[in-house]
Every structure is written in structure tokens, then in C-alpha cells.
């Protein structure tokens, strides 16, 4: 059996047009929102607002909140210290609602091409690369860089 491919996908220093367009291009079909807290101060990002241009663009939307980073691993991710995410979002993860959220974006990135999204460019230094390696650990991964 083949491995299930999931994408990711950050918004930092993009447009909305250049993401949705990312994702059309890889064939997404459902784009799941990491992020804890679903705002933005970059205009088309914030949750309602998003969720509204992925269905113009033909994309499922999907928030997945349990699996987002907590306030002290965001903050840590801010100050670059990478050791302090990867333990705050390991006990993230542990929380009952991070599990059941996990196995149901497991069983969706099974059956549909799912794309997570976060804030960061860089796939490297944000938790949507500590959460694929912890609950997608068999997919294969394709980073999206919005144009």
C-alpha cells in the first residue's frame, strides 16, 4: 500500500489569491486550518473570511482548533526557540481533543488530498510539521509555497 500524501501550506507574505491558486494547482480538496486561534491581521485570513474564499474556490474548509499551537508555543515560536514549541505542542498533543481531532484529520487525509494550514512560509519552523510527523507519520509531504 502506497502512502497517502498530505500538503502544508503557510500564509506569511502571501496574498489570499496566492494561496487559494497554490492550492488549486496541487488539486486540494480540503483545506484544514491548525491554527488555535483561526485570526489574522492579514486581510482574507481570518476564519470566516478564509473558509469563504476556499468555497469559491472550490475547497472544502475545515478548522481543526485542538490541533492548534497554545499561546505559550506560539510565543515560543515567535522567539525562534524550536526545543520549547516541540515540548508545549508534544503535551498539545497528548490532550484528549488533540487526539480524536488527529485521527479525524487522519481519516480525512486518507480519503481526501488535505492541505494544513498555519501562519509560517516555512514549513520547518512551524507545528504543522510537528503535527504531520506525530499524527500523519506515514504520508508523504508536499510543502506549497504560495506565489
Given at each position: 500500500?502506497?502512502?497517502?500524501?498530505?500538503w502544508?501550506?503557510?500564509?506569511?507574505?502571501?496574498?489570499?489569491?496566492?494561496?487559494?491558486?497554490?492550492?488549486?494547482?496541487a488539486?486540494?480538496?480540503?483545506?484544514?486550518?491548525?491554527?488555535?486561534?483561526?485570526?489574522?491581521?492579514?486581510?482574507g485570513f481570518?476564519?470566516?473570511?478564509?473558509?469563504?474564499?476556499?468555497?469559491?474556490?472550490?475547497?472544502?474548509?475545515?478548522?481543526?482548533?485542538?490541533?492548534?499551537?497554545?499561546?505559550?508555543?506560539?510565543?515560543?515560536?515567535?522567539?525562534?526557540?524550536?526545543?520549547?514549541?516541540?515540548?508545549?505542542?508534544?503535551?498539545q498533543l497528548?490532550?484528549?481533543?488533540?487526539?480524536?481531532?488527529g485521527?479525524?484529520?487522519?481519516?480525512?487525509?486518507?480519503?481526501?488530498?488535505?492541505?494544513?494550514?498555519?501562519y509560517?512560509?516555512?514549513?520547518?519552523?512551524?507545528?504543522?510539521?510537528?503535527?504531520?510527523?506525530?499524527m500523519?507519520?506515514?504520508?508523504?509531504?508536499?510543502?506549497?509555497?504560495p506565489?
Open positions: 500500500m502506497t502512502a497517502s500524501t498530505i502544508t501550506i503557510g500564509y506569511e507574505q502571501a496574498t489570499v489569491a496566492s494561496v487559494m491558486n497554490a492550492l488549486r494547482d488539486g486540494v480538496e480540503v483545506l484544514a486550518d491548525v491554527r488555535a486561534l483561526p485570526l489574522s491581521r492579514r486581510p481570518s476564519k470566516t473570511t478564509l473558509a469563504a474564499n476556499a468555497r469559491e474556490a472550490g475547497i472544502e474548509y475545515v478548522h481543526f482548533k485542538a490541533l492548534g499551537t497554545p499561546t505559550e508555543g506560539r510565543a515560543a515560536a515567535r522567539r525562534n526557540d524550536q526545543s520549547k514549541l516541540e515540548r508545549i505542542y508534544e503535551g497528548e490532550l484528549p481533543e488533540a487526539i480524536v481531532a485521527a479525524m484529520l487522519a481519516d480525512l487525509a486518507g480519503e481526501k488530498r488535505v492541505a494544513l494550514l498555519c509560517e512560509r516555512q514549513a520547518h519552523g512551524c507545528h504543522r510539521t510537528l503535527l504531520r510527523r506525530a500523519l507519520p506515514d504520508f508523504s509531504v508536499v510543502d506549497l509555497l506565489a
